[in-house]
């Protein structure tokens, strides 16, 4: 599947403050047996979503119109657990293009900046606003700004800087994969062979 190019982005959020949310809590062990990212989304959260019959649970954000967008606004420790990769697909299939929390479990970080999905990680104390302006209305917005690296609460006018490799952040910024960002450089590591073998 091809990463979308991601430069800013404003769009209303969904609140998920639970805190330790784990991987088999995001995309349960029995839906991993599909190799390819396309279709998770229907199963992201399946079991805090449905009921065992398949009704959708009233009380859970994804099933309250309330809210939408596509940040998803998690509590801290977001990502624990196994390294499934398809948490990562679930939650980008399901059309979110960033997910904010204060902390992130590091394998969870890494498949999802391979997957195309930003996190964003900020302050428990900018976490803390976030989710008292989605509270006091939905229609609130976030804006993220991965060139300059900010993320800010719009009606509020505050903003907080976030960390991401330079490399990650030139693969987002261009749409690319490892690979892609590999051709990319194909002329320059061509000239360096060239020189190389002249030395040699």
Not at 94 to 118: C, E, H, M, P, W
Not at 126 to 132: C, G, I, R, T, V
Request: hydrophobic fraction near 40%.
């Amino acid at each position: 599947m091809p990463i979308e190019k991601f430069i800013t982005l404003t769009s209303s959020c969904v609140p998920l403050p639970d805190e330790n949310v784990d991987t088999d809590q995001i995309i349960p062990a029995r839906f991993l047996k599909a190799t390819t990212r396309e279709g998770f989304g229907a199963k992201l959260f399946c079991d805090w979503r449905y009921a065992p019959g398949g009704a959708p649970k009233p009380d859970f954000v994804l099933n309250n119109p309330l809210y939408s967008g596509s940040i998803l606004v998690a509590g801290k420790n977001f990502g624990s657990g196994s390294s499934r990769e398809h948490a990562a697909w679930a939650i980008s299939d399901y059309g979110f293009r960033a997910v904010v929390s204060s902390f992130f479990a590091d394998i969870f970080k890494s498949n999802a900046l391979n997957t195309g999905l930003l996190p964003v990680q900020v302050s428990d104390g900018f976490l803390a606003q976030m989710f008292e302006a989605i509270e006091k209305d939905p229609q609130n917005t976030i804006t993220i700004d991965l060139e300059n690296q900010t993320i800010s609460i719009d009606s509020l006018k505050q903003n907080e800087s976030f960390e991401i490799s330079e490399y990650k952040k030139s693969c987002m910024l261009n749409g690319y994969d490892d690979i892609d960002y590999l051709l990319s450089k194909a002329s320059e590591i061509e000239q360096w062979e060239e020189v190389n073998s002249v030395i040699a």
